[in-house]
Each structure stands twice: as C-alpha cells, then as structure tokens.
C-alpha cells in the first residue's frame, strides 16, 4: 500500500536547552568584556530566531537558556553564537572547540516518564481485559555521543492519527515500536520510552546536538507509516485512512532540573 510521505510538520512545541561554552584555555578573557558578551550573544540571538530565555557571563565562560524552533540544531546554534561573538567583539579564539548542552523544560524527565506510563489509565483503558496499549521501556538506555561536546538531551514527543482514528492494538503497537528502535538506531537518536494508545503515540527520544526534533519526527512518522502499509495494509484499509498520521505534532524538552529552576540559577 503506497502512502504519500510527510515533508513538513504543524508544530506545538517547547523546546528549551541549556548551553555552556568556555574561553580558549580557560582564560581570563571575559572579566571586562561580559556585559558587552551579553549584549553581542543577544543581537545574535535575534538575528538568527534564538529566543535567550536567561544567560550568564562569567570570566571564562558563558552559560545561557535558549529557546528554540524544531528544525534548529543545538550543533548550528553554539557555532553560529561562537562564530559571531569572536567576530564581533575582535577577538581570536575565543572560544574551546566544545561545548555543554542540556535539554531542560516545564517538566522534568521523571514526570514526563511517569505520564507516558500511566498512558492506559489516562485513557480508561486499564480495566479492559485485552487493552488496545502498548508500553515500550528501554532497560539499558543506549549510549549517544559527538565530539567534542557534553549533551544530556531529551524530548517529548507526541504524534496523533489521521482524524484521530483508532487504528493500534497492543500486537499493532509492538510491531511499530520494535520498528522505530531500529530506525533510530540508524539514525543516530535513542528512543526511552514508548506508550501507543489507539489514536496517538508518546515517546521519549535522546538526540545527538547535530540532529534537530524536526528531522527525527519526520523521520519516525515516515518510517512508521511505511511499516504499518507494508505490513499492515488491511487495517488502514479497514479504517477508511489513506493517510496513517496527521501532519502534526507536539515536542517538548525536559530535564534533571526544570527550565524556571535553571533561570533562577542564572540570574542570581
């Protein structure tokens, strides 16, 4: 069954990220020029569609909330700031080749993760014989790395069903999770968490800075559609859909701590 891919998304999403890069060397370069930093970082921001929620400037560091679009990359934002802050404030090698960066939000990653597991009662269907759910859990989270960077980053994320029909079962949900995980493993994000309900899709998914949440949703919901029509044509077929997903979806980032804990932080 031929299905036609998405290639862009209606986006609902808070996606928050807590950066810090440091001086070459940890050098001292910033003591008289930090107001000035914060002033550059800013117009920066602006120009290029990064909204600083706070930021902070040390003597040889500069640390800072940042929100950010689902197409944007954490990788392009540090080196478009770093890139523009040296040029601007004349200054050669600034900055160490790294960078820290953390996903931080509303909620953090135990509320988040708790949620995707109640999903069944959420939704009434816990007291069912057969409930139409499936709950995925990775027991040994897998390791991402990049170079030349730190990162700890996670996103929520939601996709709904065409008209939000009813299409998974709990034997439809597993056949897609098992699915997805390997997408993702050749695709360089990790999937946590997966909580399938007849209608919709919660999961929790880790990303390396160089991918944005745009390109990884797509990626999923493509993929996924072309599973389920692959393998599972009679249901979509029975269903009335021609189209398996809405062009839509929700990304939220969370955190060890939360975005108002970390801006508090911050402005002190």
């Known amino acids: 069954m031929?299905?036609?891919?998405?290639?862009?998304?209606?986006?609902a999403y808070q996606l928050h990220y807590y950066l810090c890069f440091r001086t070459r060397w940890r050098k001292q370069l910033l003591t008289s020029a930090s107001a000035e930093l914060l002033t550059t970082v800013s117009e920066i921001c602006k120009t290029h569609d990064y909204h600083?929620?706070?930021?902070?400037?040390?003597?040889?560091?500069?640390?800072?909330?940042?929100?950010?679009?689902?197409?944007?990359?954490?990788?392009?934002c540090v080196q478009t700031i770093k890139a523009n802050s040296t040029r601007m404030?004349?200054?050669?090698?600034?900055?160490?080749?790294?960078?820290?960066?953390?996903?931080?939000?509303?909620?953090?990653?135990?509320?988040?993760s708790e949620y995707l597991r109640r999903q069944s009662e959420h939704h009434g269907y816990a007291q069912r014989l057969l409930p139409p759910v499936f709950r995925y859990r990775s027991q040994t989270p897998i390791k991402l790395s990049a170079a030349h960077s730190a990162f700890e980053l996670t996103h929520h994320l939601v996709f709904a069903t065409h008209y939000r029909v009813g299409v998974f079962t709990s034997t439809l949900g597993e056949a897609l999770a098992s699915y997805w995980l390997r997408v993702a493993a050749a695709?360089?994000?990790?999937?946590?968490?997966?909580?399938?309900?007849?209608?919709?899709?919660?999961?929790?998914?880790?990303?390396?800075?160089?991918?944005?949440?745009?390109?990884i949703a797509l990626s999923l919901l493509n993929n996924g559609q072309f599973f389920i029509g692959k393998n599972f044509p009679r249901v979509l077929i029975a269903t009335g859909l021609n189209q398996l997903w809405q062009p839509s979806a929700y990304a939220g980032t969370c955190g060890q701590v939360s975005?108002?804990?970390?801006?508090?932080?911050?402005?002190?």
């Not at 031929?2 to 986006?11: A, G, I, R």
């Not at 400037?57 to 640390?63: G, K, P, V």
């Not at 050669?92 to 509320?111: T, Y």
């Open 259 to 268: 975005t108002a804990l970390l801006k508090h932080w911050l402005s002190g």
């Open 52 to 76: 600083v929620l706070q930021s902070k400037c040390y003597s040889d560091q500069f640390r800072c909330v940042l929100s950010l679009h689902p197409s944007q990359t954490i990788s392009a």
């Open 187 to 215: 695709r360089e994000f990790a999937i946590d968490q997966i909580s399938v309900v007849p209608d919709h899709v919660h999961l929790l998914v880790r990303t390396v800075p160089k991918l944005s949440i745009d390109r």
């Open 2 to 11: 031929l299905l036609t891919p998405l290639s862009d998304l209606n986006w």
């Open 89 to 112: 404030l004349g200054l050669k090698r600034l900055w160490e080749r790294g960078f820290l960066a953390k996903s931080v939000g509303r909620m953090r990653i135990a509320a988040v």
